[in-house]
T-cell receptor, first 114, second 114 residues
Framework: KAGVTQTPRYLIKTRGQQVTLSCSPISGHRSVSWYQQTPGQGLQFLFEYFSETQRNKGNFPGRFSGRQFSNSRSEMNVSTLELGDSALYLC?????????????FGPGTRLLVL | GQQLNQSPQSMFIQEGEDVSMNCTSSSIFNTWLWYKQDPGEGPVLLIALYKAGELTSNGRLTAQFGITRKDSFLNISASIPSDVGIYFCAGPPLYNFGNEKLTFGTGTRLTIIP
């Protein structure tokens, strides 16, 4: 099975712009979670989508949003970019069953905001 | 929010040495996951632990779920160059519902000295 894929791998934007990142989960996985990784804050949970609905959300401002399509692919959008949004954005997929599941991560999109 | 503290923060060892690292929490966890992240890549799941006291191996890696449910340990025996990377513990705290959210540890960076 192919793993989790993310596009693009690298992105450079300027402050005030908006950006959309894409994630394709492992085939058959219905849950996609997004994480932000920075040297200072480590790995932090953004949100999770399951069956095209946001199922849980971390403590990030409303500038961070996402959606999921019927094929389970997910996009994450950040509007009005700030310098502090520079980070590695990771998505992880799982089957989405209730209870604890292990999540499988993609390679990430590295975003640099200038 | 919930925080997982890992120690040590970094390790410098020689090839062939054994490695021990741990992860502690102020709250109870019902699952512990150990991930490894290589530079520029997403975390890869190494071992999952689901029961207090559980000891699980994956090749040269052995992890244990602490009896108090507030800690976990990872050991690597006879380290090799490809063990270099950052090791993260992670898990959903007991009060979380389902698998929506993973809290990650602060990471242990392993470097092998030639």
């Amino acid at each position: 099975k192919a793993g989790v894929t993310q596009t693009p791998r690298y992105l450079i934007k300027t402050r005030g712009q908006q950006v959309t990142l894409s994630c394709s989960p492992i085939s058959g996985h219905r849950s996609v979670s997004w994480y932000q990784q920075t040297p200072g804050q480590g790995l932090q949970f953004l949100f999770e989508y399951f069956s095209e609905t946001q199922r849980n959300k971390g403590n990030f401002p409303g500038r961070f949003s996402g959606r999921q399509f019927s094929n389970s692919r997910s996009e994450m959008n950040v509007s009005t970019l700030e310098l502090g949004d520079s980070a590695l954005y990771l998505c992880a997929s799982s089957q989405g069953q209730t209870g604890v599941e292990t999540q499988y991560f993609g390679p990430g999109t590295r975003l640099l905001v200038l | 929010g919930q925080q997982l503290n890992q120690s040590p923060q970094s390790m410098f060892i020689q090839e062939g040495e054994d490695v021990s690292m741990n992860c502690t929490s102020s709250s109870i966890f019902n699952t512990w996951l150990w991930y490894k992240q290589d530079p520029g890549e997403g975390p890869v799941l190494l071992i999952a632990l689901y029961k207090a006291g559980e000891l699980t191996s994956n090749g040269r890696l052995t992890a244990q779920f602490g009896i108090t449910r507030k800690d976990s340990f990872l050991n690597i025996s006879a380290s090799i160059p490809s063990d270099v990377g950052i090791y993260f513990c992670a898990g959903p705290p007991l009060y979380n519902f389902g698998n929506e959210k993973l809290t990650f540890g602060t990471g242990t960076r392993l470097t092998i000295i030639p």
